[in-house]
């Protein structure tokens, strides 16, 4: 009698451990709400500014590593000025698992759309609401206020090795803008500029089939 009554009193105290914790989906991803985007260390040299501590991928958007797997996201100075005033910013939904090199965001200018890739994998557990209702946070402050998400990486070393880094990113980028002047000189030289990146927003300047060339070339997309 008395090893039942011990098995009930047991019964008991497991009943309501389970009603009294915390309520919700097991599933969804879970993660502190971010800081808000200090200013970061730049290295500069000719034409561009990159951000210490930084990484980018191939198709110009950058990481941030936070630490606890979590990591910023947001695009580089050389796509804001390849796409210049923007009208909005579609991200990929909250809690789905975005792979790197898969289409994390969508730019939109006078119907004309153009995707973004992300530079890491994991789940987007956050997003940047002020640069959602001012857009063009993200072309303007790349690297501050106009972050993109947050994405929470559990391979996070892994996924640092396809990304470019430290003394690989300036000599990149201006690879990146000499590319791209020799492109805009031969297909539009009316947008093209001596000594310099072309015409800001030049991306949605260009007619659909140049647009598609340049944004394959460099966006990756």
């Not at 970061?40 to 500014?49: D, V």
């Not at 796509?79 to 789905?96: F, K, T, Y």
Request: hydrophobic share 45%; charged share 15%.
């Amino acid at each position: 009698m008395s090893i039942l009554f011990v098995l009930l009193t047991f019964l008991l105290i497991l009943t309501v451990m389970y009603f009294r914790r915390p309520q919700g989906d097991a599933n969804v991803a879970q993660v502190t709400p971010p800081k808000k985007a200090s200013a970061p260390l730049m290295l500069k040299q000719a034409n561009f500014e990159v951000p210490q501590d930084y990484c980018f991928h191939p198709g110009h958007t950058w990481v941030l590593d936070e630490g606890r797997q979590n990591a910023r996201v947001g695009i580089d100075a050389f796509a804001g000025h390849l796409l210049g005033r923007i009208d909005s910013l579609e991200l990929a939904e909250l809690n789905r698992w975005v792979r790197q090199g898969q289409t994390v965001c969508t730019i939109t200018r006078a119907g004309r759309r153009v995707d973004l890739l992300s530079p890491v994998e994991g789940v987007l557990v956050s997003i940047n609401h002020e640069a959602m209702t001012n857009p063009n946070l993200v072309t303007e402050d790349p690297y501050g206020s106009g972050w993109v998400c947050m994405i929470k990486v559990p391979e996070m070393a892994i996924n640092m090795k396809n990304l470019l880094n430290g003394s690989m990113v300036l000599p990149w980028m201006q690879n990146c803008q000499a590319r791209l002047s020799a492109i805009v000189k031969q297909l539009t030289p009316a947008l093209a500029q001596d000594g310099g990146l072309p015409v800001k927003g030049l991306l949605f300047q260009v007619d659909a089939k140049v647009q598609a060339q340049i944004a394959r070339e460099f966006l990756l997309t």
